[in-house]
């Protein structure tokens, strides 16, 4: 007799449950972390001078390596919670977009490195300087960086659009989850890469600000599956997923 024929996918275990508490705990805080933190970030100047004076490299070290540590976190959290993933099509997407998520977090950290580290040094010698040559130089770095930052700040946006997509469509295919939910996140990531990519190749009339909608749907659907995953993990082992079953309901029309 075939055993994983007569296995029902959505019955807890610890390793599953241990994979969706921690994981859905993971992607939660650091989804919230990264709003707040990005709330006090505020937006970036988009020139050298104007940048020299809005930042504060008291605040804007801390800030920057803690958002960095936040997005590795929900990364690695959605990591974990694709591989309680059951159906094997949705599992194999899930991986994908596994791999988009950790190299677009990758991408962030240099850029937010770049950011936080590099600028405030040159906001550090600007604030030093006694003579306005050596102002006009930090300055003229500064422009310099934030082109290197547009570079790889727009990488991340459609990186991390692509992971966002390609995860939520994992939930989908995996029928495990609400639909509602999943194509919220489908939306969002496809809009966030989307907008990413267009800005990157300076497509006219595309604004970086159009991208926000998008990142707010895909924040919802991360800040929704962190939640469900935290719940089912505190389904006793031998019982069966409720959120699953409710979710097939709603597929039949019942």
Known sequence: MNQTADTDPTESSPHRNAHLSIGGGLVLSST????????????LPGTGQAAMEHINPVFWRPI?????????????????????????????????????????????????????FVLSAL????????????????????????????????????????????????????????RWLCWMGIVGGAGWGTIGLLVF????????????PATLLASAWQIGIGWIAWQRSRVGPGTHNPTHSQTEGNEDGT
């Open 123 to 178: 906001v550090e010698n600007w604030e030093a300087a006694t003579d306005p040559v050596t102002q006009e130089t930090a300055v003229a770095q500064a422009d310099l960086v934030l082109t290197i930052m547009g570079g790889t700040s727009f990488t991340f946006q459609t990186l991390y659009g692509l992971a966002i997509g390609t995860l939520a469509g994992a939930t989908l295919a995996s029928r495990e989850y609400p």
């Open 32 to 43: 919230l972390a990264v709003l707040v933190l990005n709330i006090v970030h505020g937006d």
């Open 201 to 212: 190749v300076q497509m006219p009339s595309v604004q970086f600000w159009m991208v926000f």
């Open 64 to 116: 920057h390596i803690l958002t960095i540590i936040a997005i590795l976190v929900g990364a690695g959290g959605l990591v974990l919670i694709m591989q309680t993933i059951a159906d094997p099509v949705a599992a194999a997407v899930g991986k994908l977009g596994s791999v988009f998520v950790i190299v677009a977090s990758a991408v962030h950290g240099v850029d937010f490195a770049i950011d936080g």
